[in-house]
DNA sequence: TGTGTAAGTAACTACATGGTGCATTACGCG
DNA sequence: CGCGTAATGCACCATGTAGTTACTTACACA
């Protein structure tokens, strides 16, 4: 072969091969589709397209469509995990505490819109994709056991209702926020309004840190 | 041909070509298949045999799979509204009438699961299906002016809160309940528990009200 | 009792889908 | 330098998919 081709394509990108830009690009493709059109609804030639990656890599890397979902699903959860551990829940008063908690979902979902239909997705095949996901297990764990330390810390202090059990808490945080973003397009039809202009998510933030304090403080 | 072949098929049913009843197997069909698979993930032929019904009839009424799930979503939508007009709030004092209303939402999802799927297969598609309904939007219209008008006489009865909007408030209530069936498969996962057993059904539909009344109470 | 119309059927098409077999090529390592 | 292995690419397959064509059959009504 003739020296200079090689230089040439050496000189436009440094790693022709790369498995793990690859890797990442497929996810990234992945990710998008998934959210986009679903499980089902996914087309894993269009992902090995936008990635830019050949299809048979795809199947070489994640052996099959729902092997990619599997791994998309689980990075967004660690994902998710990871940014509510830089908290700094611990150090903050009560009421600031959970007015940040709450905060971070509602924002976490204006900026990761990908993780909501990834997760409805999930459930819609009863989330068999994650069911024995270790991973998963742990990371979860540790999140709700960060919740409860926080609840029992603001008990001792009397700020907060000492019944409250920190998975209903959790539960009730992820849905008022969860839910405004999810159906958002059914709900624009249904309330005449639009859910996403600056005014409107100004208000439902509002609403839902009142609806939290509400529920946890002592009054 | 024999008269006595007429006789026993007429016998056997009654009518053997009942468009409204062929129809209506359809729908239902259509309704189980769409929300176990999603709109993508359902198979027109699988409809077709669930309703045994011939797949050119499902075309004949429907003209094609959107138009299905068109009117299975709109048939939804109207039966959710219609439940809710026969509630008595009006004759309710007032802490009752709101726990009525969650707890009619509750029950409404545990008895029609296929509701939530659905719902969350028309957002996944931007509402596309429902956008122009003008049945939509007038059932919908009532829905909410029946709330504000709940919420009105008990802030002239001095027991709620007075900046409390109709819309949030229904949100909300929606919210905490759908999420919690919705999400309960992956939430099975994280949570380590079972959604769906009779105590945690009655530890979150309690939790549910509380949320609601401290939202919406005075203190 | 005959007939037009609507209900119903089976076989089919054109195409898109997830997934593979196999050849090729770049790169790291000795 | 060269060689084995991992990365990549191409062409292909079997199957499943929404939707259709062309036909038959039951029934309401005259």
Redesign the interface.
């Known amino acids: 072969m003739p020296p200079e081709k090689k230089r040439m394509s050496i000189s436009v990108k440094t790693r022709v091969r790369d498995a793990e830009a690859t890797k990442l690009r497929i996810l990234e493709a992945a990710k998008k589709e998934f959210s986009k ?5 996914a087309r894993v030639d269009a992902i090995a397209l936008d990635a830019k990656a050949n299809k048979r890599m795809l199947y070489h890397y994640f052996k099959s469509k729902d092997g990619l979902f599997r791994t998309v699903l689980e990075r967004e959860y660690l994902n998710i995990r990871t940014e509510e551990t830089k908290l700094d829940l611990e150090n903050l008063p009560p009421r600031a505490a959970l007015e940040t908690l709450v905060r971070f979902t509602w924002e976490y979902y204006i900026k990761n819109p990908e993780f909501i ?1 990834l ?2 997705s ?3 095949c ?2 068999v994709h ?2 024995n ?1 270790p991973t ?2 742990t990371v ?2 540790k999140f ?1 056991r960060r919740i409860q330390a926080l609840l029992d810390r603001e008990v001792r202090e009397n700020v907060f209702r000492e019944d409250i ?1 920190a ?2 808490l ?3 945080i ?3 926020n ?3 973003f ?12 639009d859910f996403t202009s600056p005014e409107a998510l100004q ?2 933030i509002t ?1 839902n840190i ?2 939290i304090c ?2 946890v403080c002592k ?1």
Do not use: P
């Open positions: 059109n679903g499980l089902e609804g239909t997760v409805n999930e459930n819609l009863q989330a994650i069911k996901s998963l297990r979860s764990q709700i059990d998975a209903q959790n539960i009730t992820a849905s008022i969860y839910y405004y999810t159906n958002r397009f059914t709900g624009a039809v249904i309330f005449e309004r208000e439902r609403f009142e609806t509400r529920l009054n």
